[in-house]
């Protein structure tokens, strides 16, 4: 069967008001059908990479096509859907009902194949109970089940996940890999974004690896990836550890964090073989657990700051619209958001200079 393209990106860059590389020279074609993920630690463009998939943000260079045409048509649009890594942000509706039929009737579906829709997906998730909840009320694993919810009520044939199972639990992620491998086998397009190796062998076909230059640094099957442990650890995916057993030591690669006083901490090492360690000592010292901390640290202040500068853009772009529909204290009060969000920008990039 011919392979049908249905997003291709040549040369795509992306770079914040203030010079901040964000994507640099990405090439990527994703097929029908096809499913796709997208790693990279926090801060190296991927939710930048889906925002433009969706056309919600537009690069800075280079082309982006969707479906043989402009990714931002709106039709093109309409038949993708996005899951927000931070679900409060796609959350707005009073009830979880009302948020479940929001994206159908806006769509002009019928009001009774809408309510279909939403309660099937209540089902399908297992968030009945939650019908006639606030969104604002939900644990943020169930807040992540609802954001999904409104993904699936508008039927899209082109999923984008960002980071799906962080702030799940054990067995909801598996019900979120079950799910996936589902819209797969109905014939949907996924493209995941994440940085947990566990789960690429189970929900793609296929994975990419974005470095922390923002650039692409390596595509293969989803176990080809795995075997490259040189650039999962140029990628930071992946951290090398010494170990000392039986008096002699030796090093391995980490695929995902885990706490070694715990006996039950799984991991994998440099073979891909599974196994756990029992309480051990690394010989840590106080410094070496303040180093850790202050990288744990940097990674988070450049993920803030990454996703605030998107935040401010956005802001801006609403007061524009606000401006022009001659809505002046609506777009004034938007400004006024953007300007404090610039401040918070300088704080964030003060802070990661002093670590």
Not at 228 to 236: G, P, R, T
Request: glycine share 10%; hydrophobic share 35%.
């Amino acid at each position: 069967m011919k392979q049908v393209k249905i997003l291709e990106l040549e040369g795509v860059s992306y770079e914040y008001r203030g010079g901040q590389k964000a994507l640099i020279d990405i090439g990527l074609c994703v097929n029908e059908g096809e499913s796709v993920t997208i790693l990279g630690t926090n801060g190296s463009g991927k939710s930048t990479l889906l925002y433009i998939l969706q056309g919600l943000t537009k690069p800075s260079s280079g082309s982006v096509r969707a479906f043989g045409g402009e990714v931002f048509d709106d039709s093109a649009r309409a038949r993708m859907g996005l899951l927000f890594q931070n679900s409060q942000a796609q959350l707005f509706s009073l009830t979880v009902w009302e948020e479940l039929l929001f994206g159908p009737l806006q769509r002009g579906v019928p009001v009774s194949e809408a309510e279909k829709r939403a309660e099937d997906i209540l089902g399908l998730l297992g968030i009945s109970h939650l019908r006639e909840r606030s969104p604002w009320q939900l644990s943020g694993g169930e807040m992540k089940k609802v954001a999904l919810g409104t993904c699936l009520s508008t039927n899209p044939d082109v999923f984008l996940l960002d980071e799906p199972t962080s702030g799940l639990d054990p067995r909801s992620q598996v019900e979120l890999i079950e799910l996936v491998m589902a819209l797969k086998k109905a014939g949907k397009t996924v493209i995941t974004a994440t940085h947990d190796l566990h789960i690429i062998q189970d929900i793609s076909e296929r994975a990419v690896i974005i470095g922390e230059d923002h650039r692409v640094l390596a595509e293969d099957t989803p176990s080809g990836i795995l075997a490259k442990h040189d650039i999962l650890l140029k990628a930071n995916l992946i951290h090398e550890h010494a170990h000392y057993h039986d008096g002699y030591r030796h090093e391995h690669s980490h695929y995902g964090a885990h706490e070694h006083g715990d006996p039950d901490a799984g991991h994998m090492n440099g073979h891909d073989m599974a196994h756990s360690h029992g309480p051990h000592s690394h010989g840590r010292t106080e410094a070496i657990a303040m180093t850790r901390m202050e990288e744990k640290l940097k990674i988070l202040l450049e993920h803030w700051h990454e996703h605030n500068e998107e935040h401010t853009q956005t802001y801006l772009e609403w007061s524009g619209k606000a401006e022009k529909e001659g809505r002046g204290e609506l777009a004034r009060a938007l400004k006024d958001i953007a300007g404090e969000s610039r401040k918070l920008n300088s704080l964030l990039r003060k802070a990661k200079k002093l670590l």
